[in-house]
């Protein structure tokens, strides 16, 4: 498909390109001073769309690129790529930080740490601060104040402070991909030293005294065990339908674009993971109905857990280390866990090692018995 929007004459077209996945991708075709370029702008369309909720995010979007080819065609008729610095002065900081974080609410995870640092900034600084505001000295202040900031009774911790100030340089590094700003500060201003972050997951134990309780939220319980059995994201598993799970000579298989990483995954899973997806629906329909972002999901998830007599902080996240670390304890080679985690670099997956390392247990093993009373 390869559609455009606006006059010919205009040097900022807005074209659609069908992706291999189904979506429609939504990208700027360019000519500036008889150089064409390419745009592309982390849009999409849904092919088809039967929701009413479907065609309410393709209008969105599709409402977003045009704004962003009238704000090109402007940059170009204004012979500069990239907004007056008027228009930086005007751009309020908050406002465009919130939206970011407004696009991640889906991504269970993702979305709280751009909620909670969104609620940090409103703390640090003015409602009416603009790009203008934020430079090196800005985010220097900003990570003084994590450094005194506490949640709850306590400071924060390394780690937290660390991902806080990369959702700022996130948001940063988008704005200049919009032209808001020309030059991203943060490149001048490191981020904290990321700390070794504790991995909660659960035993192949705990996961069977999980599965003989009782949880108040069927489909959540369904979806978590989903992805202990899996290792599939939260947001995957989210926005997974019948479409994407199809049988090959008797093997079920997934295939779907990871939210994270954008890259495309075929991931077989065994016929207990089949079952809880439950009984085949129609091919636009989620896998797991009604499942969405909530606090009171999160609180639901620790009580079943303290249900089933398990004293460990879980999250829906704890889920994919479970697989992972579970894939390690059964022995399956490291290569093979990383591709079915749908890591692109095999270091990320040789943190779980760390977690469950057996050359360290043996050797413990080895102490010989001194008949300690």
Same mark, same amino acid.
């Given at each position: 498909?390869?559609? %455009? ?20 991708? !939504? ?73 970011? #974080? ?14 909670? #640092? ?37 400071? !924060? ?67 978590? !065990? ?64 009604? !499942? ?66 057996? %050359? ?14």
């Amino acid at each position: 498909m390869n559609t %455009t929007t606006g006059k010919a004459k205009d040097k900022v077209k807005l074209r659609q390109r069908k992706m291999p996945s189904g979506n429609i991708s !939504l990208y700027l075709d360019v000519i500036d001073k008889g150089v064409r370029t390419y745009e592309y702008l982390k849009l999409y369309l849904i092919d088809n769309p039967q929701t009413a909720a479907e065609k309410r995010k393709n209008k969105e979007n599709m409402q977003l690129a045009q704004t962003v080819q009238a704000q090109r065609t402007v940059e170009l008729r204004n012979n500069e790529f990239g907004f007056k610095n008027l228009l930086i002065e005007q751009t309020n900081f908050l406002s465009y930080f919130k939206k970011l #974080t407004d696009d991640r609410f889906e991504s269970l995870g993702n979305y709280g740490n751009w909620e909670s #640092t969104y609620r940090h900034l409103i703390k640090f600084c003015p409602l009416n601060t603009t790009f203008k505001d934020v430079d090196s000295d800005f985010l220097e202040s900003f990570k003084k104040y994590l450094n005194k900031a506490k949640s709850g009774q306590s400071l !924060l911790s390394q780690n937290t402070k660390h991902s806080y100030y990369a959702k700022v340089k996130a948001c940063l590094k988008q704005a200049v991909k919009d032209r808001i700003i020309s030059v991203n500060p943060a490149e001048s201003v490191p981020n904290f030293k990321a700390g070794d972050p504790e991995r909660n997951y659960l035993t192949i134990e705990e996961v069977k005294l999980l599965i003989k309780t009782e949880c108040k939220m069927p489909m959540t319980k369904s979806a978590f !065990l989903f992805s202990c059995m899996t290792g599939v994201r939260w947001s995957d598993i989210l926005k997974m339908t019948w479409k994407m799970v199809q049988v090959h000579n008797g093997i079920t298989r997934v295939n779907f674009q990871q939210e994270k990483t954008e890259g495309q995954e075929y991931l077989d899973i065994n016929p207990q993971a089949v079952s809880l997806m439950g009984e085949r629906g129609s091919s636009n329909d989620r896998v797991f109905p009604g !499942l969405k972002y909530s606090a009171w999901q999160n609180m639901e998830i620790q009580r079943w857990v303290m249900a089933a007599d398990i004293n460990k902080d879980i999250t829906f996240h704890c889920a994919r280390h479970t697989f992972a670390v579970m894939m390690i304890e059964l022995d399956t080679e490291i290569y093979t866990v990383s591709k079915l985690l749908g890591h692109r670099d095999l270091k990320t997956t040789q943190i779980y090692t760390k977690v469950l390392d057996k %050359t360290k247990q043996k050797a413990i093993n080895k102490i010989p018995d001194f008949s300690i009373d």
